[in-house]
């Protein structure tokens, strides 16, 4: 059975950092590439980062780029989202979801639960 | 950058009837890489249809995808109980594309 447990999400104050971890279990993580999608209250999905199954390649959408650091630690089996300057637009619950097998041509079967982050001051 | 705008926005139904849900790209797409996804309420989303007309294991017949280029429909053919929720049509690849999502709603 595949899992994607998230976890890290909190109330912050704009400006400040928060680092979300994503764990795998029931597939081989060193082999799939991640994703993270957010989603704010009320709104649709938005798609946030994306990072290759061994961490050479790494995207990530406009509205977060400079500010988001996507990585993975495939000996822990887990994905991370280290987020810098928050703002009050970053309110969202994040989600991960797998990419590719070695690629990231396929979409996106197994899905996490979500974290809630809140942006606040 | 490709924009996917789904049609309706909302789609009032009732069990048993049919639903057809329109997503359109701004440019023409590869259909290999158009996705389906159901949520409800406080759930993740759930993968429906890839490949734009490939169900996913353990999806219900009554779900089918089809389209190419610009134009893509979901279509389920008899609503259930359990169908009524948000669909989003999604682009897949290096990064992804979200359409705004189609309530269907009883």
């Known amino acids: 059975q595949v899992q994607l447990v998230e976890s890290g999400g909190d109330v912050v104050q704009p400006g400040r950092s928060l680092r979300l971890s994503c764990t795998v279990s029931?597939?081989?993580?060193?082999?799939?590439?991640m994703h993270w999608v957010r989603q704010a209250p009320g709104k649709g999905l938005e798609w946030v980062a994306v990072?290759?199954?061994?961490?050479?390649?790494?995207y990530y959408a406009e509205s977060v780029k400079g500010r988001f650091t996507i990585s993975r630690d495939n000996s822990k089996n887990t994905l991370y989202l280290q987020m810098n300057s928050l703002r009050v637009e970053d309110t969202a619950v994040y989600y991960c979801?797998?990419?590719?097998?070695?690629?990231?041509?396929?979409?996106?079967?197994?899905w996490g639960q979500g974290t809630l982050v809140t942006v606040s001051s | 950058d490709i924009v996917l705008t789904q049609s309706p926005g909302t789609l009032s139904l009732s069990p048993g009837e049919r639903a057809t849900l329109s997503c359109r790209a701004s440019?023409?797409?590869?259909?290999?890489?158009l996705a389906w996804y159901q949520q409800k309420l406080g759930q993740a989303p759930r993968l429906l249809i890839y490949g734009a007309s490939s169900r996913t294991t353990g999806i219900p017949g009554r779900f089918s995808g089809s389209g190419s280029g610009t134009d893509f429909t979901l279509t389920v053919s008899s609503l259930e109980p359990e169908d009524f929720a948000v669909y989003y049509c999604?682009?897949?690849?290096?990064?992804?594309?979200f359409g705004g999502g189609t309530k269907v709603e009883s």
């Open positions: 979801a797998n990419s590719g097998y070695y690629n990231f041509l396929s979409a996106n079967d197994y």
């Open positions: 440019q023409s797409v590869d259909s290999s890489y």
């Open positions: 990072i290759s199954y061994d961490g050479s390649k790494i």
């Open positions: 999604q682009l897949y690849g290096s990064s992804l594309t």
């Open positions: 029931g597939i081989t993580f060193s082999s799939y590439g």
